[in-house]
């Protein structure tokens, strides 16, 4: 596998839309690009930011956020 | 750490990671905590930082989780567990992996998409986005233009980037990421041969990524 195919892989992985049989390949490559293949699949979980935000924000009520919290001061005291 | 000592501290600059997420954050106020001063602060078990780190994302999240489960109890659910599990997971966050708003979404959907399996609630949102589908070819798409108008804002120009892709290449990204759909699951769906429903994830991200590495790299 050639770099670049590494990097339209990698921008599948990422997304979790690898196929089984796929992933073996793109573990090899990985291995084998090295630390320059780790650094361009943590560029390509960006992505993953841009989905998010590419959305309208959402509504969400105060007694979520009031519950939340609640739970997490019981949990940091107990 | 109290967050509000961080209010007034100057950004943290934590030494630039070696490997950069591709990442166009949205704007913060001056003088407010960086992400990674909240996560520092979550880190170091204060409430306060999550409070804030909450007020901050908890739109964007939510609107993560809806697009996944579609059903608004449920997302008001996933949406507490997740901060619940930003609170407890916090040790496992490193700067030299990625952007705090990156790996809540990671997370978020992640959770969002084994919480619609666990539910059994797959076939049931399945039918609902096939009726979204059949009505709304292109709902990952709703009013871009109207929008990229009306807002000057980061999400404006994410939605500019993904409003280039054809609609089914649009489709096909938002079925693997927003659904968690394998490609064959979307051949299967969308009726198209398994190899062209990968082309269309690979020409589609790659003009994402490229679109995003130049918005980058003008702001």
């Known amino acids: ?78 | 750490m109290r967050a509000a000592t961080l209010t007034t501290k100057k950004r943290a600059r934590a030494g630039k990671p070696k490997a950069q997420q591709l990442s166009v954050s949205p704007p913060l106020e001056p003088g407010a905590p960086s992400d990674l001063d909240l996560m520092q602060a979550i880190q170091a078990q204060d409430p306060d930082a999550l409070a804030q780190l909450y007020d901050r994302y908890n739109g964007i999240l939510k609107a993560l989780i809806l697009r996944v489960v579609h059903n608004e109890a449920e997302a008001d659910d996933l949406l507490q567990e997740i901060f619940m599990e930003i609170w407890n997971q916090a040790k496992n966050f490193s700067a030299q992996k990625g952007k705090p708003l990156g790996w809540m979404v990671t997370l978020a959907r992640r959770r969002a998409i084994d919480g619609l399996r666990k539910k059994q609630a797959y076939a049931r949102a399945e039918e609902r986005l096939q009726s979204e589908t059949e009505q709304q070819p292109d709902a990952w798409v709703h009013n871009a233009t109207e929008e990229a108008i009306v807002l000057g804002d980061t999400r404006a120009l994410m939605r500019k980037v993904i409003d280039g892709l054809p609609p089914a290449q649009q489709q096909a990204i938002d079925l693997a990421f927003f659904h968690g759909m394998s490609q064959r699951e979307i051949a299967a769906k969308t009726n198209t041969p398994l190899g062209t429903v990968k082309t269309r994830l690979e020409l589609g991200l790659k003009k994402i990524y490229d679109g995003l590495k130049e918005l980058r790299d003008e702001l």
């Open chain 1, 1 to 78: 596998m050639s770099f670049e195919e590494f990097q339209n892989q990698s921008r599948l992985y990422v997304i979790g839309a690898l196929e089984p049989e796929e992933l073996e390949e793109f573990e090899t490559a990985r291995a084998k690009f090295g630390k320059k293949a780790e650094d361009f699949i943590t560029e390509c979980y960006g992505l993953h930011e841009a989905f998010a935000l590419s959305l309208r924000p959402a509504k969400s009520s105060a007694a979520i956020k009031e519950r939340l919290m609640s739970m997490v001061r019981a949990r940091k005291e107990a």
